[in-house]
């Protein structure tokens, strides 16, 4: 099954710093890959989706990811994180073998200090 | 508006009994699934229907039940089977790539 692997489970930046979370993804095709916002207490919210079109996929609220096949990755940017973006984020990949359900990533809580 | 309800948001029950989930969409999608929640570990599938009367287990559907009678509806029950039952349920459809999720559930057991 295709899976992704989120790195670090907490992140904190600054108010106007540059927001990275990071995804790696397995997968021995070409993947569908997703990030997900939750708030509390929330269902998810799409920020965006990669499904091979183009490498540089540009979401909502400012946020973008790279595909990176020679590194596996799918990392999530924005060049200046507000206040409201502090929530959690999911990585996920559409996976064939389960009737295209998502498998997630166990998430990265963004946390953005004044 | 189109979407996906979930009732009730908050949901409490005592131990040992079985407890039913409401998930209804107004979306005609096809594909319906239902996934667990718990903190630190992202959310995990449980069922999957992919047609109406025809449904295949997740990763976790032990303790889990669910019937696809009609397109927009897609209940899970939780049974006493369950050894862990209160965490936050999300249900979701999908229309080609993309999922649309609801507002999910928070089932308590006591």
């Known amino acids: 099954a295709q899976s992704v692997t989120q790195l670090g489970s907490h992140v904190s930046v600054s108010e106007g710093a540059l927001v990275l979370l990071r995804c790696n993804y397995s997968?021995?095709?070409?993947?569908?890959l997703f990030w997900y916002v939750q708030y509390p207490n929330q269902g998810l919210q799409l920020l965006l989706k990669?499904?091979?079109?183009?490498?540089l996929v540009k979401g909502i609220n400012g946020f973008e990811a790279e595909f990176k096949k020679s590194e596996t990755s799918f990392h999530l940017t924005k060049p200046s994180a507000h206040m409201s973006d502090a929530a959690e984020y999911f990585c996920?990949?559409?996976?064939?073998?389960?009737?295209?359900?998502?498998?997630f990533g166990k998430g990265t809580s963004l946390l953005v200090t004044p | 508006d189109g979407g996906i309800t979930q009732s009730p948001k908050y949901l409490f029950r005592k131990e040992g009994q079985n407890v039913t989930l409401s998930c209804e969409q107004n979306?005609?999608?096809?594909?319906m699934y239902w996934y667990r929640q718990d903190p630190g570990q992202g959310l995990r599938l449980i069922y999957y229907?992919?047609?109406?009367?025809?449904?295949q287990k997740g990763d976790i559907a032990e303790g889990y039940s669910v019937s696809r009678e009609k397109k927009e509806s897609f209940p899970l029950t939780v049974t006493s089977a369950q050894k862990n039952p209160t965490a936050f349920y999300l249900c979701?459809?999908?229309?080609?790539?993309?999922?649309?999720f609801g507002q999910g559930t928070r089932l308590t057991v006591v």
């Open positions: 979701a459809s999908r229309r080609g790539t993309e999922a649309f």
């Open positions: 997968s021995s095709v070409p993947p569908y």
């Open positions: 990669y499904t091979s079109a183009a490498t």
């Open positions: 996920a990949v559409s996976d064939s073998d389960s009737g295209y359900a998502l498998n």
């Open positions: 979306l005609n999608h096809d594909a």
């Open positions: 229907s992919q047609i109406v009367n025809d449904f």
